[in-house]
């Protein structure tokens, strides 16, 4: 009789982590939001693909050395900022002045006449209360919503939809959100009021149409 040898089981590899946080999760959160972020930085869907994909070979080759210092969103979306950045056409960098020295365009307020003003009881408040529109009663209208978002946010300027991507979609905080664009504090604030006025203005004009 023949005695069966004991086969050890297979080893599983491990679960790759980030920060803490398994890698096919950063993947599942983040992934779709690092394209949107890419492509406000370069001129081809494609192009931004290849950049959030350089971007998780990196993440792959340098987890194990993340200290933490900030969050992994942060650290995720300074990695595809770079990698982006390499893969546009013209040389450019982000700088803080290029904010504040807005055209005719951007330095109207987006909000002007909408909201009370200082030293109104109400300021800071809405005047004019957004559309009824904007809250769905059904399916059918949230998902006509959503299509008016992704195009609102389609014809934002570049900074102000990544503005946007970072703190209304991804959930980053202002501090966050400025280290990442290189932002100060007061740009990053200005900046993101804009944006959002500016979404705003697009939304009506869509739901008008």
């Given at each position: 009789m023949v005695t069966p040898v004991a086969v050890p089981p297979e080893r599983t590899q491990p679960e790759r982590l980030v920060g803490g946080i398994p890698l096919a999760t950063l993947v599942r959160d983040f992934h779709r939001p690092m394209l949107n972020f890419a492509r406000t930085m370069v001129n081809s869907a494609a192009v931004a693909e290849d950049a959030v994909q350089e971007a998780w070979v990196q993440v792959l080759q340098s987890a194990d050395s993340f200290e933490g210092r900030s969050s992994v969103s942060t650290w995720l979306f300074g990695i595809v900022k770079h990698t982006a950045s390499r893969h546009r056409r013209?040389?450019?960098r982000i700088r803080d002045h290029e904010v504040l020295v807005a055209t005719d365009a951007d330095a109207a307020d987006p909000l002007s006449g909408r909201m009370h003003p200082a030293?109104?009881?109400?300021?800071?408040h809405w005047s004019v209360p957004p559309s009824r529109r904007f809250l769905p009663e059904?399916?059918?209208?949230?998902?006509?919503?959503v299509g008016f978002v992704r195009a609102a946010l389609d014809a934002l300027p570049a900074r102000q939809r990544q503005l946007i991507i970072l703190r209304d979609l991804v959930g980053a905080c202002a501090e966050e959100a400025a280290e990442i664009l290189e932002l100060s504090a007061q740009a990053q604030r200005a900046l993101l009021y804009r944006a959002r006025g500016n979404l705003r203005n697009e939304l009506e004009k869509r739901y008008r149409r």
């Open positions: 013209r040389e450019s030293g109104h009881p109400d300021a800071g059904d399916q059918t209208v949230a998902s006509e919503l």
